[in-house]
């Protein structure tokens, strides 16, 4: 299909998700965001998803930020028809998104060698807990899982209560595998162009897709595996700093930046101090400098602080509420959030797609669908 250069990139692509709460919609949103077609096939009570509140009219805020731009249809794949309504959809489909537990599909007769038959060209998209096989394969795995099995958890903070390790509250594992795995398809759509439209299956699990996102830095003891290897303790170079009125956050590493910080929070003493006499002393002080830090920006409010910080390319930016963040002039001007009208829903508010394009123009106005709400529309154009 030939599109124009404003079209959306993937304008005319047809993907069918089968996929519940975060992981396997998310990047069916994204791809929805890019121009395709995407029909979400639900259980006919509704993602699980649909579940949370906020609700107005029938759309869960969340669901609606993880499905905005999709078709919804509800089947019921437990039984014969559900599937044969289900293998007419995927035989003109460009891609199939799943995030059951490995087996399922293969079980219900939607595999991807059952439906690649009748449709060679198909990009078969999985997300899975653990992988394919091993172990944990057959094993539940939801986000915060994935977090405490990494090796990282322990180290983003503890609860203040009871000192317990505490992961970061928010499905971080869950949008990463998403992320992933819609580079995953893109790629493997380039791939079929060039292979003469030869489909494959991509997967991603939220295992691997989280650990190789952040451990990087928790690894550096684990890097050089040679005996007598050097070792560095931890290194906390995240310091929330008191303002007069709130918080600031930074990441002051560079000699100028030292400098320049110490003399406007009037700590220019700092500068001659021998355990901050260089980036690495710095950093591997870095509780210890912002303690000293601070004793002078409690002196300032946050707004004077970070306008002082940004005339000397100081990187410092306020410890933001979320109703703050709506307001900042930044985020204003990039257009970061947006609000649509909805018949049915009024006012909704969205956050951008965040890939901006030369020529090609993306249509994110779209609110999340009610539960079957494209049904009879899907079904009478299988007809």
């Known amino acids: 299909m030939n599109i124009a250069p404003q079209d959306p990139p993937c ?90 537990k490995p087996g399922t599909m293969e079980k219900i007769g939607l595999g991807y060698d059952e439906l690649r038959k009748d449709n060679p060209g198909l990009i078969f998209a999985t997300i899975n807990g653990f992988g394919a096989d091993g172990p944990y394969a057959n094993r539940p795995a939801y986000d915060h899982v994935i977090q405490g099995l990494s090796g990282v958890m322990e180290q983003f903070g503890k609860f203040a209560d009871t000192g317990k390790p505490a992961p970061i509250h928010n499905p971080i594992a869950d949008k990463l595998a998403a992320t992933t795995l819609t580079q995953g398809i893109l790629a493997a759509l380039l791939g079929r162009e060039r292979n003469g439209g030869i489909g494959q299956t991509v997967s991603v699990s939220l295992l691997d897709a989280y650990t190789t996102f952040m451990l990087h830095e928790q690894m550096a003891n684990n890097t050089f595996q040679h005996e007598g290897r050097e070792q560095i303790g931890d290194v906390k170079l995240h310091f929330p700093i008191e303002t007069s009125d709130g918080y600031v956050i930074g990441h002051v590493q560079l000699d100028p930046q030292f400098h320049a910080l110490c003399r406007i929070c009037g700590r220019e003493e700092l500068i001659d101090d021998p355990r901050f006499k260089d980036p690495w002393s710095r950093i591997s002080r870095y509780g210890e400098m912002w303690e000293e830090i601070q004793k002078g920006t409690r002196n300032f409010t946050t707004k004077e602080l970070v306008e002082n910080a940004a005339t000397k390319n100081v990187p410092l930016a306020p410890v933001n509420s979320i109703e703050d963040f709506f307001e900042d002039p930044q985020v204003r001007h990039s257009q970061t959030w947006f609000d649509i009208e909805d018949d049915e829903c009024g006012p909704i508010r969205n956050l951008k797609y965040p890939v901006e394009f030369g020529v090609s123009q993306i249509d994110t106005q779209h609110r999340g669908p009610l539960l079957n709400e494209h049904g009879d529309e899907i079904l009478s154009s299988l007809k």
Do not use: C, W
């Open 11 to 100: 304008k005319g692509m047809k993907v069918i998700e089968f996929a519940t709460m975060v992981s396997g919609p998310f990047s069916g949103q994204m791809l929805a965001d890019l121009g395709a077609e995407v029909i979400k096939i639900e259980p006919v009570t509704g993602d699980p998803l649909r579940v949370m509140r906020p609700h107005n009219n029938g759309l869960p805020a969340y669901f609606h930020q993880m499905n905005r731009s999709k078709k919804s249809l509800a089947l019921d794949l437990k039984t014969a028809d559900g599937v044969k309504i289900a293998k007419q959809l995927v035989k003109d489909a460009d891609v199939v998104l799943e995030n059951f």
